[in-house]
């Protein structure tokens, strides 16, 4: 077959534009640190590349959902801590008036702090979380001292007093008993509320034990305040109880974090192992790619040069 100067310098373009090709793509690898730009390059690490990413985006989901989880529970924990402490104090509160040296206007000194720690009791209950109230089941947007609950089981609006014997309609607030739970992967759900009716609403309910307590010491039967003491007793033990749930709600929670944690790590490693390169082996790459194509530039121009002007001189 006979070569001819046209076959050489065409057959020489094309390879070096080729060669221009490799490098434009190694260029664009070390850029964008991807090794494919568009599905087109690498169809089946594309296709991976989006389950991996979406799996990724679920974990971050996950996580998020994980965070609000543990705002819930931590918040969920101090407000009842507060509550218990209050309860305390209305104990020590109960003990003293029980003394046989108090007189009616000391036991009514002890019933109007009673009295204020009940409304700290009812402002506890009301706690907010990101503007929810944490303890009103699935009427987060509620105040749950918005709603009192008569005696007589109607419902009016806004706050009254709670005392027996007050002129004001004698009610309670009402608490929802919803469980809220969240998704914190895929298909596990956790618990991350309290039931406010469960706690405060035992507490503070119309002829409950603090509206007996404050009867009692209005009554100045020192008998009578003393058989409070047992009530109150076991209205801590229910408030300590449900901490102890949280408690173990926060650890399941904790849990959850680390597991979320391992897999967000493991998703990204996949993900990267699947769309990122080896930064060191296409820098290796490109500097062999580019000796080659300085060397092909080199010969083309010796292949081409002589002409038969050249060997007519």
């Known amino acids: 077959m006979r070569v001819t100067q046209s076959m050489l310098s065409n057959n020489m373009i094309r390879n070096i534009s080729n060669s221009y090709e490799r490098l434009a793509k190694l260029q664009e690898q070390i850029t964008t640190q991807k090794k494919f730009s568009k599905p087109s390059d690498d169809p089946v690490a594309a ?15 996950y996580s998020r959902n994980i965070s609000e989880a543990t705002s819930w529970v931590e918040t969920t924990d101090s407000a009842l801590g507060e509550a218990i402490s209050v309860l305390q104090r209305m104990r020590e509160l109960t003990v003293q008036a029980s003394n046989g040296t108090y007189e009616s ?21 009301d706690t907010q979380l990101g503007g929810k ?25 806004g706050y009254t007093d709670l005392t027996e014997g007050s002129d004001k309609n004698v ?54 305040i003393t058989n409070r003491l047992a009530e ?14 949280v408690g173990a709600k926060q650890n399941r929670v904790d849990l959850m974090t680390d597991r ?14 699947n769309e990122d390169v080896d930064m060191e082996k296409v820098i290796l790459d490109f500097t062999t790619q580019e000796s080659i194509h ?3 530039l080199s010969v083309g121009a010796k292949v081409i040069q002589p002409s038969l002007i050249d060997f007519l001189r």
């Open 47 to 61: 296709m991976m590349g989006m389950n991996y990413r979406t799996s990724l985006n679920q974990v971050e989901q």
């Open 105 to 125: 206007n000391q036991r009514g000194s002890v019933n109007e702090e009673i009295e204020q720690l009940k409304q700290h009791l009812i402002d506890i209950g």
């Open 133 to 157: 109230y944490i303890f009103n089941g699935y009427d987060t947007n509620k105040r749950p001292s918005d709603t009192i609950v008569q005696s007589t089981d109607s419902i009016k609006p």
């Open 171 to 224: 009610g309670a607030p009402s608490y929802g008993n919803d469980e809220i739970k969240i998704e914190v992967f895929d298909g596990i759900t956790i618990p991350i509320n309290t039931s406010g009716r469960d706690t405060f609403g035992t507490a503070l309910k119309t002829g409950g034990t603090i509206d007996k307590l404050m009867t009692s010491l209005k009554g100045a039967d020192e008998a009578d």
């Open 232 to 245: 109150l007793d076991e209205t801590i033990n229910d408030f300590l109880k449900e901490q102890a749930k």
């Open 260 to 273: 979320l944690g391992q897999q967000e790590v493991f998703a990204q490693k996949i993900l990267s192992s």
């Open 294 to 296: 300085t060397a092909a």
